[in-house]
């Protein structure tokens, strides 16, 4: 294998690649499959350990980021690993300090949240469509570190994940979007002025960097453009984030089933069944 000029890896002699660069759906598979059972590894660790992880998934519209949180936790206990996704504040939460509305969604011990989208909404959508004053976004900027400072002092694991996508994708996207109407949702009013405010949001998220990438709470940009090698790039630096052991229960031995006494089970025709437009009913008999 060779390296290109960028650093990355040459994949034309790896045949789990296609022509394209972009890697299998079953090798694809097969490493995701990998990879949720490190985080189901990793979710049994931080209940044990009582670490309070808040995951910030940031980056432009269409960029991939509920698909890498959906692939995050298809596997993982929702108890324990949560997504905080909040609307647009109230007429109360705008009153508020503004990271208040935050801050009661934030993870406890032993907790794992997972914010699509957070505070930096001041940084990105506020500022460029003009929802917050020019001082309020200045406030923000100065304070942002304060604040995820003390998250970070008071034994917070937080990682920042920004989700980079080009011009030529994300339009590919919401063509793709707008083609289809179980993804037609998905395109709202506000990406549909983003797609006029490229450079603004450009400078935004510079700016944003300048003031909030640090060193106890770092910014890591994922290359979106491919959403296969995203998810699994995103979903392996975070398990790398963590030095965690196995701590997944055993298999539990079922006690034997008591015998059955003398219960009847309600006759089918009693109840209201739905159609079984697919297979067929059981008959009282199978049911015994």
């Given at each position: 294998?060779?390296?290109?000029?960028?650093?990355?890896p040459?994949?034309?002699?790896?045949?789990?690649?296609?022509?394209?660069?972009?890697?299998?759906?079953?090798?694809?598979?097969?490493?995701?499959?990998?990879l949720?059972?490190?985080?189901?590894?990793?979710?049994?660790?931080?209940?044990?350990?009582?670490?309070?992880?808040?995951?910030?998934?940031?980056?432009?519209?269409?960029?991939?980021?509920?698909?890498?949180?959906?692939?995050?936790?298809?596997?993982?206990?929702?108890?324990?690993?949560?997504?905080?996704?909040?609307d647009?504040?109230?007429?109360?939460?705008?009153?508020?300090w503004?990271f208040?509305r935050?801050?009661?969604?934030?993870p406890?011990?032993?907790?794992?949240?997972?914010f699509?989208r957070?505070?930096?909404?001041?940084a990105?959508?506020?500022?460029?469509m003009?929802?917050?004053?020019?001082?309020?976004?200045?406030?923000?900027?100065?304070?942002?570190?304060?604040?995820?400072?003390?998250?970070?002092?008071?034994?917070?694991?937080?990682?920042?994940?920004?989700?980079?996508?080009?011009?030529?994708?994300?339009?590919?996207?919401?063509?793709?979007?707008n083609e289809?109407?179980r993804?037609?949702?998905?395109?709202?009013?506000?990406?549909?002025e983003?797609?006029?405010?490229?450079?603004a949001y450009?400078?935004?998220?510079?700016?944003m960097?300048?003031?909030?990438?640090?060193?106890?709470?770092?910014?890591?940009v994922?290359?979106a453009?491919?959403?296969?090698?995203?998810?699994?790039?995103?979903?392996?630096?975070?398990l790398?984030?963590?030095?965690?052991?196995?701590?997944?229960?055993?298999?539990?031995e079922?006690?034997?089933?008591?015998?059955?006494?003398?219960y009847?089970?309600?006759?089918?025709?009693?109840?209201?069944?739905?159609?079984?437009?697919?297979?067929?009913?059981?008959?009282?008999?199978e049911?015994?």
């Open positions: 294998m060779t390296d290109d000029p960028r650093g990355a040459s994949h034309a002699d790896d045949d789990r690649y296609r022509d394209d660069g972009v890697l299998k759906k079953k090798p694809y598979k097969k490493e995701l499959k990998r949720r059972t490190e985080l189901v590894k990793l979710q049994h660790w931080l209940r044990d350990e009582g670490v309070p992880v808040c995951v910030v998934f940031e980056g432009r519209d269409a960029a991939g980021k509920g698909g890498v949180i959906k692939r995050i936790t298809k596997r993982l206990n929702p108890r324990i690993v949560r997504v905080v996704a909040l647009k504040p109230t007429e109360r939460e705008q009153g508020q503004y208040q935050y801050v009661e969604h934030l406890t011990a032993g907790e794992m949240a997972l699509d957070s505070w930096y909404n001041r990105g959508v506020e500022r460029v003009g929802f917050c004053t020019d001082e309020e976004y200045e406030r923000f900027l100065e304070t942002c570190p304060t604040f995820e400072r003390l998250l970070v002092d008071s034994g917070m694991v937080l990682l920042k994940y920004w989700f980079s996508i080009s011009d030529a994708e994300q339009e590919r996207r919401f063509e793709r979007r289809d109407p993804r037609r949702w998905k395109l709202s009013p506000m990406d549909l983003a797609r006029t405010q490229w450079e450009s400078r935004a998220k510079d700016r960097f300048e003031a909030t990438d640090t060193e106890f709470a770092p910014w890591y994922v290359d453009d491919v959403k296969r090698h995203a998810r699994l790039n995103c979903i392996s630096h975070l790398s984030q963590f030095d965690y052991e196995d701590r997944t229960p055993g298999p539990i079922l006690p034997p089933r008591p015998e059955r006494g003398d009847e089970r309600p006759q089918i025709e009693d109840q209201r069944w739905v159609p079984a437009k697919f297979g067929t009913l059981p008959t009282d008999d049911r015994s």
